[in-house]
T-cell receptor, first 115, second 114 residues
Framework: QQQVKQSPQSLIVQKGGIPIINCAYE??????FPWYQQFPGKGPALLIA?????SEKKEGRFTISFNKSAKQFSLHIMDSQPGDSATYFC??????????????FGKGTLLTVNP | GAGVSQSPRYKVAKRGQDVALRCDPI?????LFWYQQALGQGPEFLTY????????KSGLPSDRFFAERPEGSVSTLKIQRTQQEDSAVYLC????????????FGEGSRLTVL
């Protein structure tokens, strides 16, 4: 059972474009939603995260939009650059009574930003 | 070092061999996670430690997989009698506290089983 569904699988944009990556979750107990960026041969690195008490969070060129009723959240990258070319993963976790907060990841989106 | 360190970075094993993968978390980090990342997929949870206690091992795919963190710092993931389906990148991550927050990942150990 895939608890976090991510789309699209791959995305190509021109420099300066605004790629949008979408995720949907099933478990309403999830209360922490991070996005990770992964370059080839490296481990994932946290980009930005949001909690369900806000509908949008912005950090630099990266924005998360969150729709609690639809159980969806998305990542927008403003003024995308070739250096943003990487695989992006959405994830979710929950505070299950002080448990481990393990992250459940989507399958990833391979973003290519052409010069 | 400042980050999560994993070794070996690359491991080739013949089917049936045992392998051991090591993780050095960020100093002082209480929580430690192991994830398995198949080619072209997202990381999948294997197991979680809080200090030396293994609190969740629900993601370990079979009893051939075993993880330990005896002194609450370095952790080892052991895979016995490796199979071809075990080929993947094994990622270790650590976090400073118990609460939800940033996981810091290592670069992973890429295991290839021939």
């Amino acid at each position: 059972q895939q608890q976090v569904k991510q789309s699209p699988q791959s995305l190509i944009v021109q420099k300066g474009g605004i790629p949008i990556i979408n995720c949907a979750y099933e478990n309403t107990a999830f209360d922490y939603f991070p996005w990770y960026q992964q370059f080839p041969g490296k481990g994932p690195a946290l980009l930005i995260a949001i909690r369900p008490d806000v509908s949008e969070k912005k950090e630099g060129r990266f924005t998360i939009s969150f729709n609690k009723s639809a159980k969806q959240f998305s990542l927008h990258i403003m003024d995308s650059q070739p250096g943003d070319s990487a695989t992006y993963f959405c994830a979710a976790s929950m505070d299950s009574g002080g448990s481990n907060y393990k992250l459940t990841f989507g399958k990833g989106t391979l973003l290519t930003v052409n010069p | 070092g400042a980050g999560v360190s994993q070794s070996p970075r690359y491991k080739v094993a013949k089917r049936g061999q045992d392998v051991a993968l090591r993780c050095d978390p960020i100093s002082g980090h209480v929580s430690l996670f192991w994830y398995q990342q198949a080619l072209g997929q997202g990381p999948e949870f294997l197991t979680y430690f809080q200090n030396e206690a293994q609190l969740d091992k629900s993601g370990l795919p079979s009893d051939r997989f075993f993880a330990e963190r005896p002194e609450g710092s370095v952790s080892t993931l052991k895979i016995q009698r490796t199979q071809q389906e075990d080929s993947a990148v094994y990622l270790c991550a650590s976090r400073g506290g118990r609460a939800a927050g940033e996981l810091f990942f290592g670069e992973g150990s890429r295991l290839t089983v021939l």
